[in-house]
């Protein structure tokens, strides 16, 4: 089923349905018992049994929680097994936990209701400056660089050639509070010419995947994505790729700054351990989908700050 967001002229509006749509496929897809929430996924086998837990977690879990990238089956995929190894890492309990909204994850993790989660860099900025959330590790690309970037792109079929073509079409966004799919799509929009009045519509979709659905469902004309998955889609002729954006500092995983400094020292050195293409390759499921595919490394600090300025460049920071 497609989700059809709705589009918006010269302002910010999401479809309501994007609000729920993790919380229907979860309860579609997984089945959700009545002992189970459907935002609270335990962890389960490679084969994608869902284990059959009550609705109380055991004492001391740790929630963790994520920037919605692909869907919410494929994302459960991913993260399952990468909790179990930081399980067996650590000596600790982990379980995901879902939110509503993308911009939700940061307030439940400067709140304390979730204790890690992965961001991208616009979410953790926020996140610092509203509730002083702290960072452990910057995700490292398959080229060894704890960067990313974003792709605007169009269907295989479409005669966009440049983005200044964009002028007076309709482009669909990632989350409004996405770095890949919003803060820096929307930066080389501008640099090309092409401020957010000159497009006839524009939309934001809640997720890269269904960014790329509105576009190849002919809602929209181009939109901005991560550059993993708009690589691996233009490679299988299902999107063009018009521009690549320059590297941004990558996602990174951040935590509650009450979190006691044992528990952040030990899911520390468990990350900068973590091999995802070495040893722990077989534990793993689709990690190569994420923007952390060889792991990950400590931050530099200042790379933060180009995002920190577009940021307050849009509104997005309380001084």
């Given at each position: 089923?497609?989700?059809?967001?709705?589009?918006?002229?010269?302002?910010?509006?999401?479809?309501?349905?994007?609000?729920?749509?993790?919380?229907?496929?979860?309860?579609?897809?997984?089945?959700?018992?009545?002992?189970?929430?459907?935002?609270?996924?335990?962890?389960?086998?490679?084969?994608?049994?869902?284990?059959?837990?009550?609705?109380?977690?055991?004492?001391?879990?740790?929630?963790?929680?994520?920037?919605?990238?692909?869907?919410?089956?494929?994302?459960?995929?991913?993260?399952?097994?990468?909790?179990?190894?930081?399980?067996?890492?650590?000596?600790?309990?982990?379980?995901?936990?879902?939110?509503?909204?993308?911009?939700?994850?940061?307030?439940?993790?400067?709140?304390?209701?979730?204790?890690?989660?992965?961001?991208?860099?616009?979410?953790?900025?926020?996140?610092?400056?509203?509730?002083?959330?702290?960072?452990?590790?910057?995700?490292?690309?398959?080229?060894?660089?704890?960067?990313?970037?974003?792709?605007?792109?169009?269907?295989?079929?479409?005669?966009?050639?440049?983005?200044?073509?964009?002028?007076?079409?309709?482009?669909?966004?990632?989350?409004?509070?996405?770095?890949?799919?919003?803060?820096?799509?929307?930066?080389?929009?501008?640099?090309?010419?092409?401020?957010?009045?000159?497009?006839?519509?524009?939309?934001?979709?809640?997720?890269?995947?269904?960014?790329?659905?509105?576009?190849?469902?002919?809602?929209?004309?181009?939109?901005?994505?991560?550059?993993?998955?708009?690589?691996?889609?233009?490679?299988?002729?299902?999107?063009?790729?018009?521009?690549?954006?320059?590297p941004f500092p990558g996602s990174v995983i951040a935590y509650n700054s009450s979190l006691d400094s044992d528990t952040v020292?030990?899911?520390?050195?468990?990350?900068?351990?973590?091999?995802?293409?070495?040893?722990?390759?077989?534990?793993?499921?689709?990690?190569?989908?994420?923007?952390?595919?060889?792991?990950?490394?400590?931050?530099?600090?200042?790379?933060?700050?180009?995002v920190t300025a577009f940021a307050r460049e849009y509104g997005l920071l309380t001084e």
């Amino acid at each position: 089923m497609i989700i059809r967001p709705e589009v918006t002229k010269a302002h910010k509006r999401k479809h309501g349905l994007l609000s729920i749509f993790p919380i229907f496929i979860l309860l579609i897809i997984f089945g959700c018992t009545k002992e189970e929430t459907p935002k609270k996924v335990s962890l389960y086998d490679r084969t994608g049994e869902v284990s059959k837990g009550s609705e109380h977690s055991r004492p001391n879990t740790l929630w963790f929680s994520f920037d919605p990238r692909l869907g919410p089956k494929e994302d459960v995929i991913i993260y399952a097994p990468f909790l179990k190894y930081l399980e067996e890492a650590t000596g600790r309990h982990f379980r995901i936990k879902f939110t509503e909204r993308d911009e939700d994850i940061v307030k439940n993790l400067g709140k304390g209701l979730t204790h890690f989660a992965v961001l991208g860099t616009l979410n953790y900025v926020i996140g610092q400056n509203k509730y002083g959330i702290k960072y452990l590790v910057s995700g490292v690309n398959r080229d060894g660089d704890p960067k990313y970037q974003s792709a605007i792109f169009a269907g295989p079929e479409s005669g966009i050639q440049e983005l200044h073509d964009l002028k007076g079409r309709c482009f669909a966004f990632g989350s409004h509070m996405s770095t890949q799919g919003h803060l820096i799509p929307r930066s080389m929009l501008e640099d090309a010419g092409v401020r957010l009045e000159a497009l006839d519509n524009y939309i934001y979709t809640g997720s890269h995947m269904n960014t790329v659905r509105s576009v190849l469902n002919g809602e929209c004309d181009a939109g901005g994505i991560q550059d993993s998955l708009a690589k691996r889609l233009a490679a299988e002729g299902k999107i063009r790729i018009l521009k690549m954006s320059e590297p941004f500092p990558g996602s990174v995983i951040a935590y509650n700054s009450s979190l006691d400094s044992d528990t952040v020292e030990v899911v520390r050195s468990a990350l900068l351990a973590f091999e995802p293409a070495g040893k722990h390759i077989d534990m793993l499921v689709d990690w190569d989908k994420t923007e952390m595919p060889l792991g990950f490394t400590e931050i530099n600090e200042l790379e933060l700050h180009k995002v920190t300025a577009f940021a307050r460049e849009y509104g997005l920071l309380t001084e």
